[in-house]
């Protein structure tokens, strides 16, 4: 039991990525939804929020394409009231493959805080 946790201690230090869920472009999923836990998971290792956001249909109703986006993602420019949307750009884009699985061809997580609301 010592040796495996020992084992595992070793392997997270020697990730290349920062965290343990890091969006890696070419990961697989097996639905849409495992995607989104997957990216929820990753969030909340770093410290945001996230929201479903885009989502593309093709003409025989199956889903194709689905953006994930952080909380503060787009801006309230006509709102005389504060708004948490700081433009935020860090993001994930899920793409079904021939499969029918989804994958990650692209990523941002340029992760825009501002310090307004704490």
């Given amino acids: 039991m010592l ?6 201690y070793y392997h997270l230090l020697t990730l290349a990525t920062n965290y343990i869920f ?3 472009l070419g990961i697989t999923f097996d639905s849409e939804n495992e995607g989104y836990e997957f990216y929820n998971m990753y969030s909340w290792e ?14 025989k109703g199956f889903h194709t394409m689905r ?8 801006s309230e420019e ?4 504060k708004t948490k ?5 860090a993001m994930i884009q899920l793409l079904r493959s021939n499969n029918d699985g989804w994958y990650i ?8 805080r501002l310090l307004l609301y704490y």
Avoid: H, W
Wanted: hydrophobic share 30%.
């Fill in 105 to 112: 061809p692209r990523s941002c997580t340029q992760l825009l």
């Fill in 22 to 24: 890091e969006p890696i």
């Fill in 67 to 74: 953006d994930m986006s952080c909380l503060c993602s787009g």
């Fill in 85 to 89: 949307k700081t433009g935020c750009k």
């Fill in 46 to 59: 770093v410290g945001f929020g996230i929201k479903k956001a885009t989502r593309v249909t093709n003409k």
């Fill in 3 to 8: 040796a495996g946790l020992i084992l595992l």
């Fill in 78 to 81: 006509r709102s005389k009231y």
